[in-house]
């Protein structure tokens, strides 16, 4: 091999490498938030932990103090107690859901029809959708983690209401509005189409319930699941 082949096959292989990191780092920022929420729910499983909700009170004492945490991470999850606490990100309006260990802001009256305006909302948290009512009023609370602009940002946006999959008729989700906690108790879980906006449409009137919606199946956008769930 001359000066000028060895050259040549350096920067062949070179590009061939740089290419193969670029494809597992997309790889990884797509679908890495999912996997790892799968392997700590599986984990919590294995160990039987069980996540409990701090009160108001609690919380507000603890904001006081600046001690406010994120939720348990790796570590809590593989050699910390099996009791785990969760904390609302923001008593103002956020969402947490015990089973999955999920804990998130909600950001109010976003229109599920502007694609800039949700994707915007989903890089901070769920989304709460502008035409539908808030926890404790008549009608339905229409919360949404679930749209992305691209397959490749499926993960980036989908990873809050990721494991909603595995939860179950009986499982406790907890909404703090204003201050306030409401307790809401899964009663349903149903799979539609993308152009299906009856939970939507309806949400002015009928009891109060609260509905959440994901992209189905995990990591992709071809279907919604939503879980419906009534105060408990």
């Given at each position: ?155 980036r946006y989908n990873a809050v209401f990721y494991l909603l999959k595995d939860l179950s ?45 994901t992209c189905w199946p995990p990591g992709t ?12």
């Amino acid at each position: 091999m001359n000066h000028k082949e060895a050259v040549k096959f350096v920067v062949v292989r070179s590009i061939g490498n740089f290419l193969l990191l670029m494809s597992i780092y997309g790889v990884i920022a797509t679908f890495g938030p999912a996997v790892t929420a799968e392997i700590k729910f599986k984990i919590a499983q294995i160990r039987g932990v069980h996540y409990e909700v701090q009160s108001v009170k609690a919380q507000t004492e603890e904001k006081k103090d600046e001690k406010i945490n994120s939720t348990p991470g790796f570590a809590d999850i593989l050699t910390g107690s099996k009791e785990q606490i969760l904390i609302a990100k923001d008593t103002d309006f956020s969402i947490l859901i015990p089973k999955i260990g999920a804990s998130s802001k909600v950001i109010p009256n976003v229109d599920p029809t502007n694609e800039t305006e949700f994707l915007d909302a989903l890089k901070h948290g769920v989304a709460h959708a502008k035409g539908s009512v808030f926890p404790g009023l008549s009608g339905t609370t229409y919360l949404f983690a679930h749209s992305a602009d691209n397959w490749w940002n499926v993960g980036r946006y989908n990873a809050v209401f990721y494991l909603l999959k595995d939860l179950s008729t009986g499982d406790e989700i907890i909404v703090f509005f204003d201050g306030k906690r409401h307790n809401y108790i899964v009663t349903q879980k149903v799979i539609s189409d993308p152009t299906d906006i009856s939970f939507l449409s309806q949400a002015q009137s009928g009891e109060e319930r609260l509905v959440l919606q994901t992209c189905w199946p995990p990591g992709t956008t071809w279907k919604r699941l939503y879980i419906l769930a009534e105060p408990k």
